[in-house]
């Protein structure tokens, strides 16, 4: 594991989850998730701070998982009550 105590655990989670929802979603989906959390220090990664590497690397995984040629490639539209309960996911 990347983090150690039980808080970076946690930031850890934040992190793949955020990862994985941005790279299915899309980049506005990050930028909703930036507005909603730019004061969270959990959220830190998203503008620099603390994991932010590991974010990149994340995301970079997951992109590369969703171009596999085994996975049918398919457009995901979601409504804005699924958006939202993502967002609930990733803050829980």
Do not use: C, H
């Amino acid at each position: 594991s990347f983090f150690l105590t039980s808080k970076d655990q946690e930031i850890q989670n934040i992190i793949e989850k955020t990862a994985e929802f941005v790279t299915k979603q899309g980049p506005q989906f990050e930028q909703q998730i930036r507005m909603r959390e730019k004061d969270n220090p959990k959220f830190g990664f998203l503008f620099g701070r603390e994991g932010y590497a590991y974010y990149q690397l994340r995301l970079q995984a997951y992109r590369q998982q969703m171009q596999m040629p085994s996975q049918p490639q398919q457009q995901n539209v979601i409504s804005i009550s699924q958006q939202q309960q993502i967002y609930q996911q990733l803050i829980q």
